[in-house]
């Protein structure tokens, strides 16, 4: 078949229209979502548009309900970006793929899946600046039309696709509407076939900005997150994922890249992305991250992380917990008093072959298990002990709302962010007693 696409036909203002190639109708014999996302960007830039995305809604990947609420947010995953400039790409860490983001009800993205149809702006919306890095600010900035188009597949919503076109070119029409309804019509329908094989998966929760939201999966539980770079680096090493399990059990990761900068938020993403797919098998903990070290061993450079994984069950009112390389959590009781699990230590992944232990402990309705990295409480003239007995005197007082509380952490404890901080707080609601 071949790669041509037709002659094609002129718009209302008499300037040429754009056909999709040919082969975009094998669409659905691609069983991989990530590289038919792929397809789908290169089809169409830089041909219509000088940047593409493709994003998917958290739900379609767990087979949760189609429709949401018009008043509600939604949580999409990036599956492909693709942003040129003038004809030159712009690199693709800027809008890493497989990034989990949350958007506004009255974002230009909620609106389109809400209202299942195009959607024409100028600018992604002051919220959703501030939920990317400064070099995503930068590369989004060079873009003075945007035009985003629902995936539908079996008339369900599974997310949509945006595309961006520079200052001084045409911006979007209705006309440049319509074609991209039609594209994104045929890739729903690829998308949604590829990601048959993939349900039900657990949900990875979302972190827009560094921040985690407990959805209706972990509705028992009380989580809140925050994810920083260290100071003068865009993105980091580090990184936590919450996921939704089987038996209303939420598993918690938080990771730590050895380095900083672009090359560390790399290999981060190669492994959190694998992580979330081992952890997705509901294997014990200790069997998650002894998969994981066999990853990281593959990986053609060397390699060093360290990483801690927890799941929570609500109906046992326990944790079991495994680490590698990690800092140990601490628990923070109600009462106040806190303490450190005792764990069986772990190898760093990536440094040779191991084995890892686990531990089960209590963790009562009300306690605080706070995971984090060693950014948090490690600093140049600060030993990560010290550090540690700072972070549980503070967790030890009264703390109401989580999301404060990981602010105030941040704030006491970081001094000048000399290393990238992720940390990462969960409690049992006191209601489900």
């Not at 045409?170 to 994104?184: C, E, I, V, Y």
């Not at 539980?221 to 925050?226: C, K, M, S, W, Y």
Request: a negative charge; one cysteine or more; hydrophobic letters at 45%.
């Amino acid at each position: 078949m071949s790669d041509e696409p037709e002659a094609a036909p002129a718009r209302a203002d008499g300037t040429p229209g754009f056909v999709l190639p040919a082969w975009l109708e094998l669409l659905s014999s691609t069983s991989d979502p990530a590289r038919l996302a792929r397809l789908i960007v290169e089809a169409i830039v830089p041909g219509f548009a000088d940047a593409a995305g493709v994003f998917v809604l958290e739900q379609t990947l767990t087979g949760g309900p189609a429709d949401q609420p018009a008043d509600t947010e939604i949580v999409v995953r990036r599956l492909a970006t693709i942003l040129t400039v003038a004809g030159c790409p712009i690199p693709g860490a800027v809008l890493p793929s497989a990034e989990v983001i949350a958007f506004a009800a009255d974002s230009p993205y909620a609106r389109c899946v809400h209202r299942r149809a195009p959607v024409i702006f100028s600018q992604p919306g002051s919220q959703t600046i501030q939920r990317v890095t400064r070099g995503a600010r930068m590369a989004l900035a060079r873009y003075a039309s945007f035009l985003a188009a629902p995936l539908i597949a079996q008339d369900k919503v599974l997310g949509y696709l945006v595309l961006g076109r520079s200052a001084g070119q045409r911006p979007f029409g209705d006309d440049d509407a319509a074609t991209a309804a039609d594209l994104a019509a045929r890739a729903g329908t690829g998308i949604a076939s590829s990601l048959a094989p993939l349900r039900p998966q657990p949900a990875v929760m979302p972190r827009p900005n560094g921040r985690a939201i407990a959805r209706a999966a972990a509705s028992r539980l009380e989580i809140a997150g925050r994810c920083l770079p260290a100071a003068g680096y865009d993105v980091g090493g580090d990184w936590y994922d919450i996921l939704s399990l089987p038996g209303e059990r939420t598993g918690l990761i938080v990771g730590d890249v050895m380095g900083h900068g672009p090359d560390a938020a790399e290999l981060m993403t190669k492994l959190s992305g694998a992580a979330y797919a081992i952890a997705g098998l509901d294997l014990p903990p200790a069997d998650v991250l002894r998969q994981l070290n066999r990853v990281a061993l593959a990986l053609p450079y060397p390699t060093l992380v360290t990483c801690a994984y927890a799941v929570i069950e609500p109906d046992s009112q326990s944790c079991t917990i495994a680490t590698a390389g990690h800092l140990p959590p601490v628990l923070a009781m109600p009462g106040g008093t806190t303490r450190i699990p005792d764990l069986p230590a772990g190898q760093s992944l990536g440094v040779g072959s191991a084995s890892y232990g686990q531990a089960r402990i209590k963790l009562p309705p009300g306690a605080i298990l706070a995971m984090y990295t060693d950014g948090l409480v490690e600093t140049r003239t600060r030993p990560y002990d010290h550090g540690i007995r700072a972070l549980r005197s503070l967790l030890a007082r009264g703390h109401e709302h989580l999301d404060a509380t990981c602010e105030q952490l941040i704030t006491a404890l970081s001094e000048r962010n000399e290393d990238d901080i992720t940390v990462v707080l969960a409690r049992i609601r006191a209601s489900h007693t």
